[in-house]
């Protein structure tokens, strides 16, 4: 199957996706979590779609249902699975700070605490957490708040993606690592480690385990 960036109409989605492919060391982490496990997921921030596509060219077929707010974004998932025949991948425009549809196996949220107030972010997490399914996930992308140059460096990447029009929303706030302890302790097993890769970003993957 070629890759989905060569599916993909607009050259700058195409250019961005093949680049964060090489750089980001994010969906390979998210596969790492997710590749022995046959529960369904929610992917929530899907974005273009690019980890529901990476999934199924890694040979995960789990049925898949894929959230955002952008509707541009969604509209383009849509034709990329309708295009490619993809089985069981499901793209909804939907603003999390609605709450969540019913749902029972894992749970992704990549890349969008930031633009939430810290009140929002807890509910989220709370909600996300209450939809895994024992023995299942939540795996959590962000940058977290605290006092280096790489935190420093995340809130101008989200400014310049504001600035750019990649993204409809400047950032909000950033969680702290105790953060995620915190609220999401009462679930299960929480474990915090850095993924920023070859970016300057100080992003850390989170992972609940129920």
Aim: hydrophobic content about 40%; glycine content about 8%.
């Amino acid at each position: 199957m070629n890759p989905v960036y060569t599916h993909i109409r607009r050259n700058w989605d195409g250019q961005y996706i093949a680049a964060k492919l090489r750089s980001d060391p994010l969906y390979q982490a998210v596969l790492g979590e997710l590749s022995t496990s046959s529960l369904p997921l929610l992917d929530l921030g899907c974005g273009l779609g690019l980890l529901a596509f990476y999934l199924r060219e890694k040979g995960i077929e789990v049925p898949i249902h894929s959230l955002d707010y952008d509707q541009r974004k969604i509209h383009e998932a849509r034709r990329l699975t309708e295009e490619r025949g993809l089985k069981d991948l499901r793209f909804d425009f939907h603003d999390a700070r609605q709450g969540l549809p019913q749902h029972h196996g894992n749970v992704t949220i990549l890349d969008i605490l930031q633009f939430f107030t810290p009140e929002e972010i807890e509910t989220l997490l709370r909600l996300a957490a209450a939809r895994v399914a024992p023995g299942g996930k939540l795996v959590i992308r962000s940058g977290l708040r605290d006092e280096t140059w790489r935190f420093k460096a995340t809130v101008a990447g989200d400014l310049l993606a504001k600035c750019t029009f990649w993204m409809k929303a400047a950032p909000t706030h950033y969680p702290t690592a105790e953060d995620f302890r915190r609220v999401l302790a009462e679930f299960g097993e929480v474990h915090l480690s850095p993924l920023w890769g070859s970016t300057p970003f100080n992003n850390h993957l989170i992972v609940l385990q129920r």
